[in-house]
């Protein structure tokens, strides 16, 4: 039994977006430590806002503002933050409804503890120091004061609430009731945003796909056929996706092929030490029912077409083929169902 297989996989780009109206508001009012939602025709009120009633699907855009502080519907407690997260201490993952809202925003809570977390707790916004109009210019919930602590901690509310351009309602510091309406306009608002999105993990290829690997790395190219309809799976998945039966037969296939398309690759990828342009292809290897994709080199892209005969060109150390280049045979006919 060969050894298990693992590989790291990151997958990182920046998302970018623009504002609407709504979300513009939400955001810049965010940085002006003003939270925001939209009333609905029926007279809910969403938090966070969106820009369509997600019962009637019409367009909305009365703006509110809400509470700076709410109660806690729901929690589930992360006992050990991964890098980027919101707080890099234990905390909870908790929907807040704040006050004046109907519905309940995600964020988290800074807790000492699960046993310090309830549904029904009531929690406030703690800002963050430096705000650029994001949801992260929320850094957390925190619990608030029981009413007994709240006199002892009455200093401290004083420094805080002089540091706040005005009182909040909903908060211990405005008696004013929430949701009250909002134009949504400050100055100099926010109109795009930029998140990172990164996906990280460990991937572990099953039986099927691991003894493929091994026979890569041994310079042979093997698939897996399906015992019903016969088809030859390279590389093969464990189970043919037509019938839906585990494939166990292992067939050696290759090593040459034919090429059933291609395209020509004119963006040069970060990371990737290939120089443009280049030509990337399904091939079909000889005893196979489906095409692998594969590069193309040693013609010039031009040059390349379909039912090209190619084969693989392994580099010294390799654990699989680096490109495909051409045999020199006569081109081949592919068949319809390769393509
Ligand atoms: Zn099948």
């Known amino acids: 039994m060969s050894s298990t297989l693992r590989a790291p996989v990151v997958v990182e780009f920046p998302f970018t977006r623009s504002l609407g109206p709504v979300q513009r508001a939400f955001l810049t009012g965010l940085r002006e430590r003003t939270v925001l939602g939209v009333r609905t025709g029926s007279g809910r009120v ?3 806002p969106v820009e369509y009633d997600p019962d009637t699907a019409e367009e909305i855009g009365a703006l509110v503002r809400v509470g700076t502080a709410g109660t806690v519907t729901t929690w589930a407690w992360n006992p050990d933050p991964r890098p980027g997260q919101p707080l890099d201490t234990p905390f909870a993952w908790v929907l807040v409804r704040l006050d004046g809202a109907d519905t309940a925003l995600l964020h988290v ?13 009531r929690v406030r916004v703690r800002w963050a120091a430096e705000r650029t109009g994001a949801i992260t210019d929320i850094a957390c919930f925190e619990p608030e004061p029981e009413p007994e602590a709240e006199a002892e901690a009455e200093t401290e509310m004083e420094t805080e609430a002089e540091a706040a351009p005005e009182p909040v309602p909903g908060t211990e510091d405005g008696a004013a009731a929430v949701p009250v309406p909002h134009d949504g306009t400050f100055p100099d608002p926010v109109t795009g945003i930029v998140t990172p999105a990164r996906l990280d993990y460990t991937y572990t290829p099953g039986r099927a796909q691991s003894a493929h690997l091994h026979a890569l790395a041994e310079r042979r190219i093997t698939g897996e056929r399906c015992p019903s309809c016969r088809k030859v799976y390279v590389p093969p998945r464990g189970a043919c996706p037509t019938c839906g039966v585990a494939t166990t037969e292992e067939v050696a296939t290759g090593p040459r092929g034919t090429v059933t398309t291609y395209c020509v690759v004119n963006i040069k990828a970060r990371n990737l030490d290939i120089d443009v342009p280049y030509v990337y292809a399904h091939i079909a290897l000889d005893g196979a029912d489906l095409p692998l994709h594969g590069r193309i080199a040693g013609i010039p892209c031009d040059q390349v077409r379909v039912g090209l005969r190619v084969e693989p060109v392994w580099k010294p150390g390799d654990l699989h083929p680096d490109h495909y280049r051409p045999t020199g045979e006569p081109d081949a006919d592919t068949g319809e169902e390769m393509l």
């Open 46 to 48: 969403l938090v966070p």
């Open 109 to 121: 809570l800074d807790a000492p503890g699960p046993e310090a977390v309830r549904t029904g707790l």
